[in-house]
């Protein structure tokens, strides 16, 4: 189970927010493909992620990266997949949330079709998101 | 090679290709002249700069391909043994045929 990040807001909600954070945990890792993920608000504050090291420091740096490619190419970068040779990364940024997902090689497509399911089922919870903060 | 390049560009949705050496040089262009070639070869290196030292430390393992998606153009950046096969496309298009043919490309610049 993931850890969750949600310090600030208040008690009566906590309970559902938590169970939406999990719900999409479960969501993504029911999918054998996806080894890791972390999702962070904009500015890389982790909400959801299997490990906090791990979190913080990629989070932090992927974000800065697709900052940089934005501003390089004058255009607002909302997807970046990188392949190595054996796994790859999705970092992608929609709903004020950024979602960064380590693959195991191959299937990355299926990845990408399974976050836009998962951004479409839960687009509501994360468009209102900060209504729960 | 520069028919490779031109297969690439008529697959739907291209705007053009071109391949770079790992110091930003251009190597060999099919870009339409509307575009800056030397500025997009520029940043075709820096985008691969950027892709490595987002994963340094966490994988050392070779770069292949890096997919950057925006909201006017996406651009796609393959590892070839001369260079990196760049090629930028319109939103929406078909992106998994151009990364196949953007595959089957590779494959023929790396037998030159």
Do not use: H
């Amino acid at each position: 189970m993931g850890l969750f990040f949600n310090e600030t807001i208040t008690e009566e909600k906590k309970v559902d927010t938590k169970s939406n954070w999990r719900e999409i945990e479960n969501f993504i890792l029911d999918y054998a493909a996806i080894s890791k993920f972390i999702i962070t608000t904009n500015e890389g504050l982790p909400l959801v992620s299997q490990d906090q090291n791990y979190s913080e420091l990629i989070a932090c740096k992927m974000i800065e990266r697709l900052e940089a490619l934005s501003s390089d190419f004058a255009d607002d970068v909302t997807s970046v997949s990188i392949t190595l040779s054996n796994k790859s990364f999705i970092i992608s940024k929609k709903f004020n949330f950024v979602f960064i997902l380590e693959i195991n090689d191959g299937a990355e497509e299926m990845v990408k079709r399974r976050l836009q399911n998962v951004l479409s089922t839960y687009e509501k919870f994360f468009v209102s998101y900060k209504d729960y903060i | 090679m520069k028919k490779v390049l031109e297969e690439i560009n008529k697959t739907k949705g291209v705007l053009g290709s071109l391949i770079v050496g790992g110091d930003g040089m251009i190597v060999l262009s099919a870009l339409p002249t509307e575009y800056d070639q030397d500025y997009v070869s520029a940043l075709v290196a820096s985008a691969v700069d950027t892709a490595n030292k987002a994963i340094s430390g966490i994988d050392d393992d070779e770069f292949k391909m890096c997919i950057i998606e925006g909201n006017d153009k996406n651009l796609f950046i393959f590892n070839t043994k001369i260079g990196f096969l760049f090629v930028m496309s319109k939103v929406s298009t078909n992106m998994g045929l151009i990364r196949v043919e953007c595959k089957k490309s590779v494959a023929k610049i790396n037998q030159f």
